[in-house]
Nanobody, 111 residues
Framework: VQLQASGGGLVQAGGSLRLSCQVS????????IGWFRQVPGAEREGVSC????????HYGDSVKGRFTISSDSAMNTVYLEMNSLKPEDTAVYYC?????RGQGTQVTVSS
């Protein structure tokens, strides 16, 4: 299983970014892909996840209404659309299947 996150960057508060997670190597059709974020010295925070095959989505309270998770039809790529970004969204974002994570992507939101 491989998960590769990309799309991070520097954005001003109120701006938007879209993260992508390339997913490969799954042998089962029943799994979830999610995003979590981590700031050095802090606990990791679950951001969002999407279930395969039914496409059900879940969001952390801090991002509800601002972030949207989606995927292509084959769930080879999972996206995290982040709008109305706040400085407190600054973190390294990782995609995960719950057991493994890919290399993270840095998101920095300036005030």
């Amino acid at each position: 299983v491989q998960l590769q996150a990309s799309g991070g960057g520097l954005v001003q508060a109120g701006g938007s970014l879209r993260l992508s997670c390339q997913v490969s190597g799954f042998t089962s059709d029943d799994y979830a892909i999610g995003w979590f974020r981590q700031v050095p010295g802090a606990e990791r925070e679950g951001v969002s996840c999407i279930m395969n095959p039914d496409g059900a989505t879940h969001y952390g309270d801090s991002v509800k209404g601002r972030f949207t998770i989606s995927s292509d039809s084959a769930m080879n790529t999972v996206y995290l659309e982040m709008n109305s970004l706040k400085p407190e969204d600054t973190a390294v974002y990782y995609c995960t299947n719950g057991a493994l994570r890919g290399q993270g992507t840095q998101v920095t939101v300036s005030s």
